[in-house]
């Protein structure tokens, strides 16, 4: 689960990171309601949960209360990488002097969390990462331990910040990481985190992403779940307990299991392709389940190919083909799909496939081949 930009901030700030003054609208007459009481200089920000709303147009300065109305217009009839704009946060606007990347997440295979900062924070860290990757300075934090100041001493040296703001980088550094402990997130994050004209440190973004099984203890957290903000197709997903990521590529997977979702997703780049999701329809699969999970996979109008992978342990392919034969009758697909189904009642499958116009295949590496064809020639 993601936290909006102001709901991470409001976070960081009761743990005593400085945050920039501001309240949400969700009209522009509101927007300049806020300006006017923040004295007319604000940002305007799109509330959406995805990064770069910056590049994107949805992050504008206003110089006054007429200016805010018409950008918090502007910006609030967007759409950002798919997602709408319902809501937009006036701050007041900083006169920012430096820009840094702050964050803490966790690194899987270091076992522990880890500091991540740079002194070349802000909209371009991505660049950063790929073509400066000495900029970036991680530091490891252990687990029993908990963050030492000398942790944080190691990341204020590591991005040459200048000695006057350690001990405001301090405070900011235990605040994220108490907030990052406490609310059981995976990713806690400011960028960028400012050092004003003024020479005070503020976070003006904030990103929190929870561990979602971890949701169960963190009731206040949940209440704050903006479904409407999220992707309709993970939460339609869910409710039929499927696991559903969408990615950027032409070839939706639908596959059973984690471990062969991510095989069948190698198997797509190693032959050129690039997966359009991650889909695991789980173990035992109904038909109800399968259509659902086709049904989710077409609606992403990049698709250029479906690749189904099934190996039928608990599943049985005769449900999923019947699941297949359901989605289609509902779904009429205009993109070629391939399947292959092995194991328990896989004949019985095939049996009901035969039916259906699909391009079959014996082996992962033969399916996933044809998928990569057949996306190329849609
Ligand atoms: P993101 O693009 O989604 O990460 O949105 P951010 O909140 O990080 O804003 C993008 C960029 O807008 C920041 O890196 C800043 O350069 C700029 N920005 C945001 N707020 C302010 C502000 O109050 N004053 C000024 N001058 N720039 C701002
Ligand atoms: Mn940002």
């Not at 960028?191 to 904030?206: E, F, K, M, R, S």
Request: charged share 25%; with cysteine; net charge negative.
């Amino acid at each position: 689960m993601k936290l909006h930009e102001y709901q991470s901030k409001n976070l960081f700030a009761q743990y005593g990171v400085p945050i920039p003054k501001g309240r949400v609208a969700a009209t522009a007459a509101e927007a300049r309601e806020i300006a006017d009481e923040l004295g007319g200089r604000v940002v305007i920000k799109s509330q959406v949960l995805v990064g770069g709303r910056g590049k994107a147009g949805g992050v504008k300065l206003a110089n006054n209360g007429d200016e805010a109305e018409q950008l918090a217009r502007e910006i609030l009839s967007m759409e950002i990488k798919g997602l709408p704009v319902r809501k937009v946060l006036v701050d007041q606007g900083i006169d920012i002097e430096t820009e840094i990347y702050f964050g803490i997440t966790n690194d899987r295979s270091a076992r522990r969390p880890v500091l991540i900062a740079s002194a070349a924070g802000g909209v371009d860290i991505e660049e950063v990462a790929a073509t400066t990757p000495e900029k970036i300075i991680r530091v490891h934090v252990d687990p029993l331990l908990g963050l030492r100041d000398y942790n944080v001493n190691d990341l204020a040296a590591g991005i040459e910040l200048p000695r006057i703001h350690w001990k405001a980088f301090g405070q900011i550094a235990h605040g994220l990481w108490k907030a990052y402990l406490e609310s059981d997130a995976t990713l806690a994050e400011i960028n960028p985190l400012v050092i004003t004209g003024d020479g005070q440190l503020l976070a003006v973004d904030g990103k929190v992403v929870l561990d979602d099984n971890a949701l169960f203890r963190q009731q206040n957290l949940v209440e704050m779940r903006d479904l409407d903000a999220e992707d309709n197709s993970e939460i339609e997903a869910n409710k039929f307990g499927l696991t559903y990521i969408r990615l950027d590529g032409e070839i939706g997977c639908m596959v059973n299991g984690a471990g062969l979702a991510m095989a069948t997703m190698d198997m797509v780049k190693l032959y050129g392709g690039e997966p359009a999701n991650f889909l695991d329809i789980g173990g035992g699969a109904s038909e109800e389940k399968v259509a659902a999970a086709l049904r989710i996979i077409l609606k992403d109008k990049r698709v250029k190919a479906v690749l189904f992978n099934v190996f039928g342990g608990i599943t049985r392919g005769d449900e999923v083909a019947k699941g297949i034969l359901a989605a289609l009758k509902e779904v009429n697909p205009d993109v070629p799909m391939v399947i292959r189904l092995v194991g328990t009642n896989a004949e019985e499958g095939r049996k009901l496939l035969a039916e259906a116009d699909m391009i079959t295949a014996e082996t992962l590496s033969e399916a996933a081949q044809k998928a990569v064809e057949a996306a190329k020639g849609a």
